[in-house]
């Protein structure tokens, strides 16, 4: 029998979404089909067959230059094999994921941890995990539909999406972002009885704008007002933590004070996975509660056998995020030198305001057109006119790739008369 070729199924039953009037209405600003890249990202990138400077890479530390990892994920995929090809709960964990999870346990401070195959999935797991009701056959049974949730209005969308539909209002408050008192205000009015499940999260350092959250302060409130916290410390997790760098004070109270942390992979790390690191008992129970683990695929072994390598190495040569956060300050200091203002934090990533919406696209295409890639959040991802540059300094940037791009924000800002 012959197979002739069809034509793929048509789309006009989904005409009622009006996804092709979204797109016509957006394509102005945004880029609705991603650019192809060939070859590695790095300090540069070959997107749609032209090589740029990259100042949008979120794994920044050029690692394959200190750290083999390449080799460490050919010896995973190796001894491991490439797939679990089965979920934790019936067929189990490889034992990459068995050292990784310790491994992020002790560099969290915490006693346990579960990983997940994105830190996306790791927040939704624990927000459904600390709301959720079951009962099981033994008799056994968890009723957590009372829990109440109070975020930062700025964390990340995976946050967000878990709270979704858990009744904003009643089970879920949002405090102003980085705003201590307002939380302490929100958990005064919610503290009515001994037995209130209250949850804060708030981020460590925000990716929506580079600040690092007032964690001392949230972490007063919580213990004030007998909150469990989880701190969400995708951006910070390995970069801040030692006496010498920035937010020691901060990355000090995560490890000693705050219930739960969350981290991402996909940063310092430069691979892809995330985990959840907490109090044993309540890890032990996400492997039923938070779903996002029991019914997905786990990070690839050798993902997860890279990835403790990679941490234990960062672990023991401090000097490659020291450099990066040098490198990092240098090129803040001289933006700064240049006139230009940057928000006011002292992390690694760098945003530099531009207001106006049109101004800031003009200006990540003209940043294409001369080699750069730039990016920029607009409307709607920041307020209307309150456009910014965001970059991320990679420990591989050359100092000609830098002053390149001095040079060239400096013209631009020129050209539009700021
Ligand atoms: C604060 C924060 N939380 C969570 C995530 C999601 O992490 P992942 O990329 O591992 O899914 C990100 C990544 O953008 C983030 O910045």
New binding site residues.
């Given amino acids: 029998m012959t197979t002739s070729r069809t034509a793929p199924p048509s789309v006009d039953r989904l005409a009622p979404w009006a996804f092709a009037e979204f797109v016509e209405a957006n394509t102005h600003d945004t880029a609705y089909r991603p650019p192809v890249v060939d070859g590695p990202v790095g300090p540069t990138i070959v997107q749609g067959g032209r090589e740029l400077v990259n100042f949008a890479s ?1 794994s920044f530390l050029d690692l394959e230059r200190h750290i083999p990892v390449r080799r460490h994920f050919a010896e995973g995929a190796h001894a491991h094999g490439l797939s679990t090809s089965g979920s934790r709960m019936t067929q189990g964990i490889c034992r990459p994921h068995q050292v990784l999870e310790e491994t992020i346990a002790r560099r969290t401070g915490k006693e346990r941890a579960i990983s997940f195959a ?6 939704i797991g624990f927000v459904t995990a600390m709301s959720s009701s079951a009962h099981f056959d033994t008799g056994i049974e968890v009723r957590n539909h009372d829990t109440v949730f109070i975020a930062d209005r700025d ?2 969308w ?1 946050v967000w999406k878990g709270l979704e539909g858990l009744g904003y209002g009643r089970n879920v408050h949002a405090f102003r972002h980085n705003d201590a008192a307002d939380l302490a205000r929100i958990l005064n009015r919610l503290q009515t009885g001994e037995n209130r499940k209250i949850v804060v999260i708030a ?1 460590s ?3 929506a704008d580079g600040t690092m959250g007032p964690i001392v302060e949230i972490l007063d409130a919580c213990d004030r007002y007998g909150a469990i916290s989880m701190i ?1 410390d ?2 910070g997790f390995m970069v801040y933590g030692p006496e010498n760098r920035p937010y020691a004070r901060e990355a000090t109270a995560i490890r000693e004070r705050a219930d739960f942390v ?1 981290v ?4 310092a790390i430069g691979l ?3 985990a959840i690191a907490g109090p044993a008992a309540a890890i032990d129970a996400f492997e039923l509660l938070s779903g996002t683990s029991m019914f997905t695929a786990a990070i690839q072994p050798p993902t997860a056998y890279a990835a403790e390598r990679t941490i234990e190495a960062l672990a023991v040569q401090p000097a490659i995020v020291d450099d990066y956060l040098a490198h990092a300050a240098r090129l803040r200091e001289q933006i700064h030198a240049s006139g230009t203002a940057t928000t006011p934090t002292d992390s690694y990533m760098l945003s530099v305001p531009i207001g106006n919406d049109a101004a800031a696209l003009q200006m990540r295409e003209w940043f294409v057109e001369d080699g750069y890639l730039v990016p920029v959040f607009s409307y709607p991802a920041v307020t209307r006119n309150q456009a910014l540059l965001r970059l991320f300094p990679h420990a591989g940037h050359t100092e000609e790739q830098m002053d390149g791009f001095l040079r060239t924000l400096v013209a631009y800002r020129r050209r539009l008369g700021m």
Avoid: F, P, Q, R
């Avoid at 994105?118 to 927040?123: P, S, V």
């Fill in positions: 979120i994105t830190g996306l999935l790791a927040n964390v990340h995976s981020e350092i925000y990716s969400d995708a951006n969350m991402s992979l996909s940063k892809e996975g995330g």
